[in-house]
């Protein structure tokens, strides 16, 4: 149980595309996703916590415009890179914590974006 | 400001020892601190919750201690095998929506 996956797993473009990342809960439902950001060799950094149905909250430095989240359902939210640059080469994974109320957060296997 | 830190970002330990991880914060309050398993290029796996209140959680090989006057928990491992080989996250948690941040993290290498 508490399975979620990611789409794709990884990702090459070309810098100025925008690329999208989908989230899903297989198995559960999920009140809350959470979007996280993890350079080589360091921890996961917090982008933006997204509710079902309502807009995402973001972290201090994170451009809501350029990282776009859409949380329409239960099961599944996205992550769109906009006008991707190389900069935004990173491992984006997304987690997500059951409606039940458990603390514990799932998260999925992560997609890594290339941008040339 | 408020940071979290784990012992070391390496340790290597021998198969069937007892590994520890250490994971201190500062100028948090948690009401929970969760564990996380990180294999390379993976999503974290998660491991253990334990709760302000609670002292000590065991699941299988792993005990969890959470200290709130040394704002410290303990991670270990006991009977280590390299297939416990990878990264552990601490991540001490707050609040109803969850808030959670997460340590850098510590590679463990149990070597046979």
């Known amino acids: 149980g508490a399975v979620v996956s990611q789409h794709p797993s990884w990702v090459i473009c070309k810098s100025g595309t925008s690329v999208k990342i989908e989230c899903r809960s297989l198995d559960f439902q999920a009140t809350t996703m959470f979007w996280y950001r993890q350079f080589p060799k360091q921890s996961l950094m917090l982008m933006a916590t997204?509710?079902?149905?309502?807009?995402?909250?973001?972290e201090q430095g994170v451009e809501k415009d350029k990282f776009l989240i859409n949380h329409a359902s239960l099961t599944l939210s996205t992550l769109t890179v906009t006008s991707a640059h190389p900069e935004d080469s990173s491992f984006y994974i997304c987690?997500?914590?059951?409606?039940?109320?458990?603390?514990?957060?799932?998260f999925g296997p992560g997609t890594r974006l290339l941008v040339l | 400001s408020q940071k979290i830190e784990q012992n070391s970002e390496a340790l290597n330990i021998q198969e069937g020892k007892t590994a520890t991880l250490t994971c201190n914060y500062t100028?948090?309050?948690?009401?929970?601190l969760q564990w996380y398993r990180q294999d390379p290029g993976r999503g974290p796996v998660f491991l253990l919750l334990?709760?302000?209140?609670?002292k000590e959680k065991r699941k299988e090989r792993l005990k969890v201690t959470f200290d709130t006057t040394l704002k410290q928990s303990l991670f270990h491992i006991t009977a280590s095998q390299p297939a416990d080989s990878a990264t552990y996250l601490c991540?001490?948690?707050?609040?109803?929506?969850?808030?959670?941040?997460f340590g850098a993290g510590t590679r463990l290498t149990v070597k046979p």
């Open positions: 334990i709760r302000e209140n609670e």
């Open positions: 997204s509710n079902e149905g309502s807009k995402a909250t973001y």
């Open positions: 991540a001490p948690g707050w609040g109803n929506n969850n808030d959670m941040r």
């Open positions: 987690s997500a914590r059951e409606s039940t109320g458990r603390t514990a957060q799932y």
């Open positions: 100028n948090y309050s948690p009401a929970y």
